[in-house]
């Protein structure tokens, strides 16, 4: 038996004897255990397989040990990976820094830096979000305006962050803060780590037409970040962001995994599309339900084939720009779909009278309304079709 | 016959569009959802509006109207619309009022009319049992009892049901008799008329009925096609509904317009973007295209007595398509800000929302037109 | 009785007297007279029409009586016309050089050039085309390339023109030409007469997808054309192209009062829509006949309150795009709905087999497909209302 | 199982696309066009094709075939429609072979599939008699008489029909006995072969059967569930007419891609206009999500036999949809010259309606998708 052949039989068996059989199952709705200074555990399973991980150091297992990770080689990693995947593991913790910021600090971060945010991370016991988003800056992240002035070896940091997720939940903030306001746009950027304890930090939650949502708006005023929280050089931030947005389609992929469960169409639809004797009442948007669902299963066959070829290193073009557009645009077009085939039942709202199922479809209509803006809008995603994929000329 | 307003028309718009503007802006409609309050709506406001003689713009003389036309009810609806303005005018006024109006005895009509009209008195059309629109699909049924009549039933988003002083309850009479309409008083044992939270934060009711016992003067038009009446007289409410939403959709539409031109990305107005400028261009042609939709409507109903049903689904479908269209497109031509609550676009996409399910869809109303058109 | 009021007692007369009851019927397919050189008339009471209106001069009413018009006032022109149409009288003659060119002529020719042009116009002698297209022009016109060179008297034209209607039935053609090739586009565009009938004019019928069309290509091989044929000034013809594009809305109004008869689409889908017991065969067909219907239904109200509101002096934006995007996408729909209604019946071309009524369906779809980009395509008109109408910034 | 291609199915392909792109550019197919004589294809390419082998690929081996699967066969479709190369593959091997082989006795396949598979041969299938595609709407009868069978009706949009040395006729039965599969040769008394032009001038026939007699030895498949086994068949054709429909609109889109960038309007490539690209990028995502379709039909037909229909008519409604879409786009971004008939894009548009067309276009197969699915 090769070490590795070792190695995958020792960790299967670990995985089977320490993985709570309920930490086996599919995640569904809020069941994520976001690991940070409040860890939070909605049952006892959850909390022992976070224990149980994070004492394996298999929170970070292909992290150096020095910074608390397992240590793990890359065959091991995959090994460990294919395992999960085998026994239907769920991630034990899900942590933002852990799947964006960790693999740029390991890259670029001091040493200093990397004991001081790595360890902590791999130890589940800090928890990150994300500062780019700007109220004025929306798809542009170049014209960011909050500055960062050197004052001895801190800055003072003053401006506004927007759209950061679970903001009011985070221990720390890694952002993109203006350094040089004389250089055009992309110059002139930095890249800084910041204490969300720090004074003059504000966070006030952002309410959706749908509702409470986790995003936040975070408030700096003049807040000091010492200097040896800069990441990369000085006013070369955007390096460092381009980087870190390189993996921001595996961390989306992790989450997905435990995303929000969507509505079955036609589990929903199918009531109000026949009458009580099974006749066909409406025709017209069962030609509907029908195309949507077509697509959505086009787009999983899409999904998959990508993927195959992915796996068969043929080029996959612009992956991710087709799966975001497409699989938010399907999303928006099945909830007004719903909406239509719901009639009265889908105007409901929280307060008297209120029916809880109906009225998560109707959240999920208006929150479907964010997923084509968020995270590079559907034009954006079109732009970057046209331009890459298609070799369209830039312009008009 | 013309899609234009005439003077007199024209004064009532007027006068609608900066009464609305000042006294009940959309930051009016903000707070009514905040306190969430039955009735809803801004008693007060409601009064003056009915003292102008709003609510009697579109009856005839002989009702105590004004005989200003439908034209000119319509242009009031178009500006509660870009206003979102929440007023009783469909409920109490033209599906109320017009349906006592040409259905009550001398005595209902006596008895309802000049209170409805000054605003003193509210009524509410219990109609729809389905969560889709389906005016046919009455089971509520009405039974005779010794010389009384017995109402048994469930109707679901009547409209400004909470508080009403009488619903008009739509049911389905013995035998092959049809349907008939009945006045319910509020108060009436065996009638439960329960609150039901909506996306636009309006007045709306589940109501309950049962064993609901009533004199035969509760009664409505014992003599007419109720269906018929009934039809028509929701098609004056289809081409209000459809004013409505042409109003609020063009707010929306000028809004947004407003907005490509002042936000600046990649150090250029996003209006000056060609893909946002070919959206923005074909929803204007939209709103040019519902404009004259709904005018026709309107027109029907003043001087085309034959051509009302087509024209009301006419403009009620293509309200819906386009609003919803036009909506949808402003919250992702705004981005972010579109999706927070704190910016206004939201309550007029929920509002939008709802006009385009009230009394049918553009998917009922193309089937309808269809079926008009013998097809 | 007022001089206006015997006026238009005597038109009436005139009319019922000399009006041949045929030709006050609505026209239908290609029964309109071109005026022209080659003019030919399908049935006796054409020619009697064409030549009764002749003699009275009213070929082109309005015009001076010394370049053969009836030199009628605006308000005897206007009551002309209010009775023609109150009797349902036909154009006498179709002539592109009477509603578009001749205006502009009557505004900034010299008096030679009327003299030579406007009589036998007036006279229904000369047909006219229009020579603006070029093949690699398309939509920017002002890129044309055909050149003129002085030669003393002469200009000498080298080049082509596309898409020139009837170029191969007229007798001359309005042209713009570049004449100085230094220039920046719309500059160095001069607007000049061409008789068609020069040596080096070669004409070529275009055949479209729908078959036989009456587009041409125009060629010029050094043909002669003498500069008293420079309409305005030398290097001046943008200005006097945009005057003579102002008439083309009403030219076109015009042409579409004859214009060749569109499908009744209820008509044509009925049969397919139905099975043969009468029951619904294709319910979401059914519904998109009814949207292509009330869409139509739609578009013509709307040019009601328009031309209500013109007639009430509102302003009417910019009603001629509006008008063609509209009139044009639905004449696209409707054959997009009818080729899906009718099946394989669509599919039929002329051939064995054929089936004339539909291969007339199937050729309105494939000429369909030019209504939105002739005269100005679909994305022009957007241009134009998104910049005009809605105020939005030039640009990318 | 995979949606991608294996070793041989790529070399098959890439032969197809090298043989094709060289012996059948469009250019040919204008040619035949032009010319406008039966049977419209060319014979000579035609037998070459089966000499390669392209006949046999998808068949198994005990066919006669060489087990290849249909991803390859479904590659070869994909370049012919990227050509518009005529051959008659669907209708004799795709629809005629594989009929023959599963529904055909021994002697019927020892008779007919080797002439089929080696090109000496051609079936044709005549099955529809409504305009629109409809399996189920069979008029044409088949009586016993005497020992013999007596066929009777008509038949339409039959491929490749002209000069097909058999049809297959698809008719109903006596009584409750379902339809049957007849193999009426060319010639026979009473059989009218009649040429219909088309759009896209393939050969293409009417057919008229009137007292046509046969002997039992005519009739295939008297054991099996005919309508169950026509299904089958057809849902291969289906898989194949949506990879043609693939190749031919990626060809249609790669023309207009490269028209976008080369063609200069206002000083600057069109393809620069953001409006445009964002059409064009709209199509590049729709092609993509048709060629998984469309993989994944044909995977279904090598090794999911239960996910066949759903998936064919998946792959067919796509291809209708997204191929109609694709080449009224491809038209308007050309601007004039894409409507001139000199021009190659209107071939491909009109072979496009007529493969939207054949075996069922959008409506029809979200229709059945809709009903696979229990709706």
Sequence with gaps: ?????????????????????????????????????????????????????????????????????????????????????????????????????????????????????????????????????????????ASLRTRAEVDGDDFIVNGAKIWTSYGDRADWMYALVRTDPGARKQQGISFVLIDMRSPGVSVKPIELISGKSSFCEVFFDNVRVPRRQLVGALNDGWTVAKKLLQHERAAMGKFTEGGAPSHDPLAVARPFL???????REPELRARLAGVMMDAQAFALTHRRLTEQAVARQDTGALASIMKLVQTEQEVAKYELLMAAMGGDALSWDGEGCDTAAVEVTRAWLLSKTYTIAGGSSEIQLNLIARRVLGLPEGR | MSLLLNEEQTMLREAAASFLAERSPVAAQRRLRDQGRAP????ALWREVAAMGWTAAA??????????????????????????????????????????????????????????????????????????????????RAVRDAGAWVLDGDKRDVLDGIGADALIVVARLPGDEGLGFFIVPAGTPGLTVAPRARIDSRNCAQ????????????????????????????DRARACLAAESLGLAR???????????????????????????????????????LESSVAAALEALDERPHGVAQAASLAKAKASELGELVLNEAVQMHGGIGVTDEFDLGLYLKRMRVLSQTLGDAAFHRDRWARLNGF
């Design chain 1, 1 to 141: 038996m090769s070490e590795l052949e070792t190695f995958r039989a020792q960790t299967r068996q670990w995985l089977e004897v320490h993985c709570p059989a309920s930490m086996r199952t599919p995640i569904v709705g809020d069941e994520m255990v976001w690991g940070g200074s409040s860890v939070e555990f909605k049952t006892e399973d959850q909390r022992l397989w976070f224990e149980r991980m994070r004492e394996k150091r298999w929170l970070a297992p292909d992290w150096p040990r020095e910074y608390g990770g397992g240590g793990l080689s890359p065959q091991q990693m995959r090994v460990l990976e294919s395992e999960m995947r085998r026994l239907g593991c769920r991630q034990p913790q899900y942590n933002l820094g852990m799947w964006m910021l960790a693999p740029v600090l390991l890259e670029l971060g001091t040493h200093e830096q990397k004991k001081e945010h790595l360890v902590p991370m791999a130890e589940g016991r800090c928890r990150w979000c994300q500062g780019f988003s700007e109220p004025n800056a929306g798809s542009d992240l």
């Design chain 1, 274 to 280: 026949f009458d009580e004797h099974g006749a066909l």
């Design chain 2, 40 to 43: 809803h709506f801004d008693e």
């Design chain 2, 59 to 140: 009856l005839p003389e002989e009702a105590g109207g004004l005989g200003a036309g439908w034209k000119a009810l319509g242009a009031v609806f178009e500006h509660s619309g870009r206003h979102l303005a929440a007023l009783p005018l469909l409920s109490s006024v033209v599906l109320g009022a017009s349906l006592l109006h040409e259905a009550g005895s001398a005595a209902q009509r006596a008895a309802w009319l000049p209170r409805l009209l000054d605003g003193s008195a509210r009524l509410a059309l219990a109609l729809d049992e389905q969560p889709r629109h389906a005016p046919q699909a009455i089971a509520c």
């Design chain 2, 207 to 234: 109501v309950r009925l049962r064993g609901v016992r009533l004199g035969e003067e509760a009664r409505l038009s014992a003599h007419a096609d109720v269906a018929q009446l009934l039809d028509a007289v929701l």
């Design chain 2, 251 to 289: 707010a929306a539409f000028e809004m947004t317009v407003e907005y490509l031109k002042q936000r600046v990305q990649f150090d250029v107005p996003i209006g000056s973007f060609q893909a946002l400028q070919h959206r923005a261009a074909r929803l204007y042609v939209g709103l040019e295209l």
